[in-house]
C-alpha cells in the first residue's frame, strides 16, 4: 500500500460487491475506501429491519462471514428460526412471515435488533451502518445510498407482484420477470457523503454486482447516476457475467427478462455512459472486440474470486484500468 492520500469509491451491492471489497483492502488502505451500497433490498421481517447487502459487505470486511453458505455468519446457529417454524408448522401458517422463509441466524439477529432498535432511536440508516461497522471493527467505510426507504418490486411474467425478498429468498429467483421496479428513488436524497465519495475519489470502481437490482437502483437515487457520469473517465466497472451465465444469483435470467444480452457485450452496453473501461474475465477475452465497439476499453484478466489473493489481483487490475498508478 502507499502512504498516500488517493482514495477509492465502489459502487455496490451484494455477495459478489463484498468480496471485490475483501480484495480491494488488501491493496489499498482500508481507510481510504468507500463503498455506496444498494439498500433497494432492505426489508422488514418479524419487525426487524434487514439491511441483506450492507450485512454482507459488513461481514465479509469483518472476515466473519458463511463462504459456505454464501451468505450470513459463520458458525450461526437457528434455535429462533426452529422454534419459529415450529408455531408455523402447528397452525398451517404458510403465507407469513412468521412461516420463517425468510431466515435469520441467532448470531445475525442481534445485528438486526440492534439496527433496528437505533432506527428506533431516530438515527439515520447511515448513521447506524457506521455504528454496526465499528463494532465489528471495520477500516473500511459503509455507506447506504440513501437513508430513505427505497423497495425493489418484480412483476413476474405471470403477473404476480413479489418484494424483493419474496422473489430472490421464498421464489428463489426461479421465476421469469417483466418488470422490475424500485419505489422510492424521486423522493430519496443521497446519504451524507455519498456524493462527495464520488465525486472527491481518485478513482470509481462498479463492483461485480447485479446490475438489475443491485447497482442500478445505487444509480436511481438523484443525483448518484450524473456524479458517476461526471467521472467517467476515472471509473471502471467488473462484469458479473463470465461465459453468458451470472456466477451467483439471477443476473443473466434478469437481463434476458428485460430483453437485454446476457454477455459482456451487454453489461458494456449496460455501463458504456458510466465507465470508461470494463473487466472482464479470461473466459471472455475473445469477446473483448464487442466490448470496445460499445466505446469502453477493455480489460481481460481473471475475475472468477475463488480466494482474498484473486480478489486482491482483480482489485489492482481494476484500479489501473481506471486510471490508478501502482
Known amino acids: 500500500m502507499r ?90 401458517v404458510v403465507d407469513s412471515d412468521a412461516a420463517g422463509w425468510f431466515s435469520l441466524g441467532d448470531r445475525d439477529l442481534g445485528t438486526h435488533l440492534y439496527r433496528t432498535s437505533r432506527l428506533g432511536d431516530g438515527l439515520p440508516l447511515s448513521r447506524v451502518t457506521a455504528e454496526i461497522a465499528r463494532g465489528w471493527g471495520i477500516g473500511a467505510t459503509l455507506l447506504p445510498v440513501t437513508d430513505d426507504p427505497l423497495r425493489t418490486r418484480l412483476r413476474t411474467v405471470d403477473g404476480r407482484e413479489l418484494a424483493f425478498q419474496e422473489y430472490f429468498v421464498r421464489e428463489r429467483h426461479d421465476v421469469d420477470v417483466a418488470e422490475v421496479v424500485v419505489d422510492g428513488t424521486r423522493a430519496a436524497h443521497p446519504a451524507p457523503g455519498v456524493l462527495e465519495a464520488i465525486g472527491d475519489a481518485t478513482v470509481v470502481l462498479v463492483a461485480p454486482s447485479n446490475p438489475v437490482v443491485s447497482i442500478d437502483p445505487v444509480l436511481m437515487v438523484p443525483g448518484v447516476r450524473e456524479a458517476v457520469t461526471s467521472r467517467r473517465s476515472s471509473v471502471a466497472a467488473i462484469s458479473p457475467i463470465v461465459g453468458g451465465a451470472a456466477l451467483k444469483g439471477p443476473a443473466d435470467r434478469l437481463m434476458r427478462n428485460l430483453g437485454h444480452d446476457p454477455s459482456v457485450a451487454g453489461i458494456a452496453r449496460w455501463y458504456s455512459a458510466l465507465a470508461e473501461c470494463l473487466v472482464i474475465d479470461l473466459e471472455d477475452e475473445a469477446h473483448a472486440g464487442a466490448v470496445e465497439a460499445s466505446g469502453m476499453a477493455c480489460v481481460v484478466t481473471d475475475t472468477i474470486m475463488r480466494s482474498v489473493d484473486v480478489s486482491a489481483d482483480l482489485a489492482s487490475t481494476a484500479l489501473e484500468a481506471a486510471g490508478w498508478s501502482p
Not at 7 to 25: D, E, R, S
Not at 34 to 58: I, Y
Not at 60 to 86: H, I, K
Open 3 to 92: 502512504g498516500d492520500d488517493r482514495t477509492v469509491t465502489v459502487i455496490a451491492g451484494g455477495v459478489g460487491a463484498a468480496k471485490f471489497l475483501a480484495g480491494l483492502v488488501e491493496v489499498v488502505d482500508p481507510e481510504r475506501v468507500t463503498a455506496v451500497v444498494n439498500v433497494a433490498d432492505d426489508t422488514v421481517v418479524h419487525g426487524l429491519h434487514v439491511s441483506p447487502d450492507l450485512d454482507s459487505c459488513t461481514y465479509t470486511l469483518a472476515a466473519v462471514n458463511d463462504t459456505e453458505r454464501g451468505w450470513g455468519l459463520r458458525g450461526e446457529t437457528w434455535s429462533a428460526m426452529e422454534v419459529l417454524q415450529r408455531h408455523a408448522a402447528a397452525n398451517s
